[in-house]
């Protein structure tokens, strides 16, 4: 395969060779999804919508029909963040209670720039202004639930157990709009800080795409 973009193919390319000695039965149970022996494929959620993720050889079936052309299937980035999931991922139940990105241990600090960046001034900027047009697509995500925080806000899962917050405080005439990204307590544990910051550019990304 000709690397063209390296930015996005070279991390795919990696991940997808490590792929191939991973041993399925023990991620399946690090990361409490279930794996079909028969089938050789995982089963996995994904913003609400759920996949069949096939071993050895990589690859990603949307089980739902509107999520043919979704970003699993059309992104590398994101078919990335899958790899790196079922690779590196540990899942902890969560206690119910959400931090701010700031708050994830040693990490928080270190990538607070690229998540303000990617994350909070992407989806400020993208919605600040249309908070019915964020409202409408946040409530096409399956599973999805409002949450009184904020002026508007919701909870969705991103990924098998994973839950994170939309907040927005609306703009006035002395104040622009604001957001707030807030992730599950067990994120620290299951993911590096970057793929958090992955977790909320891929979300953000998914929630375009239901307002187009």
Request: with cysteine; net charge negative.
């Amino acid at each position: 395969m000709e690397i063209e973009n390296h930015k996005e193919e070279v991390p795919f390319e990696h991940y997808l060779e490590k792929y191939k000695s991973l041993d399925p039965k023990e991620a399946a149970q690090r990361l409490n999804i279930v794996y079909d022996e028969t089938e050789q494929k995982f089963g996995i959620r994904f913003m609400g919508h759920p996949y069949e993720v096939h071993f050895p050889e990589f690859e990603i079936k949307a089980l739902d029909e509107e999520e043919k052309d979704g970003l699993l299937m059309t992104s590398l980035p994101a078919k990335t963040f899958i790899l790196r999931y079922l690779l590196e991922g540990q899942y902890v139940q969560s206690s119910g209670k959400f931090m701010t990105f700031r708050e994830v241990p040693t990490y928080g600090e270190l990538y607070i720039q690229p998540f303000t960046g990617r994350c909070i001034k992407r989806l400020t900027y993208g919605f600040g202004f249309k908070l019915k047009a964020f409202a409408e697509g946040m409530e096409k995500i399956p599973g999805v639930k409002k949450i009184p925080m904020g002026d508007v806000a919701y909870e969705f899962e991103l990924i098998d157990g994973y839950r994170m917050r939309f907040i927005f405080w609306a703009g006035d005439e002395e104040f622009p709009p604001s957001a707030q990204i807030l992730y599950s307590d067990n994120f620290q544990f299951g993911f590096h800080a970057e793929d958090m910051v992955v977790a909320g550019d891929l979300s953000i990304t998914t929630l375009k795409r239901l307002c187009a």
